[in-house]
């Protein structure tokens, strides 16, 4: 008998995009709890726009969603921060609610930079840090909220290849960890990459095609 | 007239007091990259001061109102145009005409300009700088208890959003803050000074700086330290020729404020 997986979005008949430009339409699309997801299409197709809606971010042109998740992180673009006087620590105490212990916090923080392999960099500036070290304080980021769907943009558009194979090995260990849904765009057609989802979609042409493997 | 040092030394606590301020929310401003902005909204403030010398009114809360109705529509539209930088330079230049037009109306124009763009701190009475009391102590409470907030939607909104804080609020209490701050600094100092004040101690601190605290400190200093040097030279009586004359207040200490600036850049050329 097969298990039924709990479901965490629906999309039917969804149109997306800005005014008077329909990027993606007719969107069918059911994300699941466990699935790694792989978004390709080409720049300026609609990926980033797509993720933004399915963390609440960018309202659909027409069609229904039904959000059935309670927490979501969004890992964005990584873009070098150069007008921030913050180091990673200071960073990631931000996002906490205003009267949040900060014993509580400092250990939760301390987890996740040293999943992260980030706990002796605690003390750099953003400026300082590079495109892979960014990616992996927006990650340790995420992880603080063990979020069920976390998404990322573009994750390896500022890094060199040794770095995409450790971040893939990051993300592993984060989906085997929290047990979440990982949902990724990419322009980035690495077998490595491929490999590592279950799932695959395409935008061509204004169109969404599910590719999925079982 | 400096020996009167004494005599102006409430005017020189308000002076400082509205510059420091003023360049805290102008770490905000920076970081947001909203400079812009925030000298636009400088600008309909400046419109909100000119109507209430004009119609000889109370100071109070009204020219905070004032301000806020007569920035709605840009803030309302900056977020439905493609290009913002023209928008709120239309608004800048409409307001400034505004502003010229309302004061040419009224009498006494030459000294409603000065009092409007180069603020009046030396002829203020004793009643009406303890105005600034409350909302000093209510903007710092503000900012004490929402510091955390403003920084975690100036470095990533949308992140904000994701986790759900409560942005849209957040966004009305920055600006509230920033129009309160403005309007008690353009008030008793008028808008060069407080455009100046938000930009510059602000750049200054931000390049220099290794922490957000820092940051917050050093823009402090020099708002302080510029703000109290600029006072006590427009106090120096100068004798050119047998025409004694003192410098105006705000205009010397925004020289003394962009002196700091270029000070800043040449150590950065020769480095």
């Known amino acids: 008998m097969a298990i039924e997986k709990q479901i965490l979005v629906e999309l039917s008949g969804v149109s997306i995009g800005y005014k008077n430009h329909q990027l993606i339409e007719n969107i069918h699309l059911t994300i699941q709890k466990g699935e790694k997801i792989l978004l390709l299409g080409s720049n300026g197709s609609g990926k980033t726009t797509l993720l933004k809606v399915i963390a609440k971010l960018v309202k659909p042109l027409k069609g229904n969603i039904i959000y059935h998740y309670k927490t979501i992180s969004y890992i964005p673009q990584t873009k070098k921060i150069y007008d921030f006087p913050i180091n990673i620590i200071n960073v990631l105490r931000l996002y906490y609610p205003l009267f949040y212990p900060k014993d509580k916090q400092d250990k939760e923080i301390e987890r996740v930079l040293k999943q992260m392999n980030l706990w002796d960099k605690r003390n750099l500036l953003l400026s300082e840090c590079s495109g892979g070290e960014l990616q992996r304080i927006y990650l340790a980021r995420a992880l603080l909220r063990n979020p069920e769907i976390i998404l990322l943009d573009e994750p390896f558009n500022a890094v060199d290849i040794t770095n995409k194979e450790n971040f893939l090995s990051i993300l592993e260990e984060m989906y085997t960890n929290l047990n ?5 765009t990419s322009h980035d057609l690495n077998e490595k990459i491929l490999n590592f989802f279950n799932k695959k979609l395409y935008i061509d ?10 | 007239m400096l020996e009167n040092i004494y005599f102006y030394l409430p005017q020189i606590i308000i002076g400082t007091i509205v510059g420091l301020f003023t360049s805290i929310i102008g770490i905000f401003v920076i970081l947001r990259k909203t400079i812009f902005m925030g000298v636009t909204l400088s600008q309909s403030i400046t419109v ?45 230049v409409f307001y400034a005409a505004l502003g010229q037009i309302l004061i040419s109306i009224g009498a006494n124009v030459q000294n409603h300009i000065v009092a409007a763009y180069f603020g009046n701190i030396l002829f203020l009475s004793e009643k009406e700088w303890l105005h600034i009391i409350i909302p000093i102590i209510v903007i710092s409470v503000l900012l004490l208890i929402f510091y955390k907030w403003f920084l975690a939607i ?26 309160a701050i403005l309007s008690l600094s353009i008030y008793f100092m008028g808008s060069f000074y407080s455009i100046a004040h938000l930009i510059i101690p602000s750049i200054i601190a931000l390049q220099i700086s290794r922490s957000m605290k820092s940051a917050f400190i050093i823009a402090i200093l020099i708002s302080v330290f510029s703000t109290i040097v600029g006072f006590i030279i427009s106090l120096i009586e100068i004798n050119i020729a047998n025409t004694k004359f003192n410098l105006p207040t705000s205009s010397t200490i925004i020289l003394v404020l962009s002196l700091n600036f270029v000070f800043l850049l040449f150590k950065k050329f020769i480095k």
Request: net charge negative; charged share 10%; glycine share 2%.
């Open chain 2, 48 to 92: 909100a001061i000119i109507i209430t010398f004009l119609f000889d009114l109370h100071f109070e809360f009204l020219v905070h109102i004032l301000s806020i109705l007569l920035f709605i529509p840009i803030y309302v539209l900056h977020n439905k145009v493609i290009n913002q930088d023209a928008l709120l330079a239309s608004g800048f």
């Open chain 1, 180 to 184: 979440c849904t990982l949902i990724m």
């Open chain 2, 154 to 179: 100036t470095f990533d909104k949308e992140y904000a959003y994701i986790i759900n804080l409560p942005v849209n609020l957040i966004e009305i209490l920055y600006f509230f803050i920033l129009s």
């Open chain 1, 205 to 214: 042409n204004h169109k969404l095609i599910i590719n999925q493997e079982n």
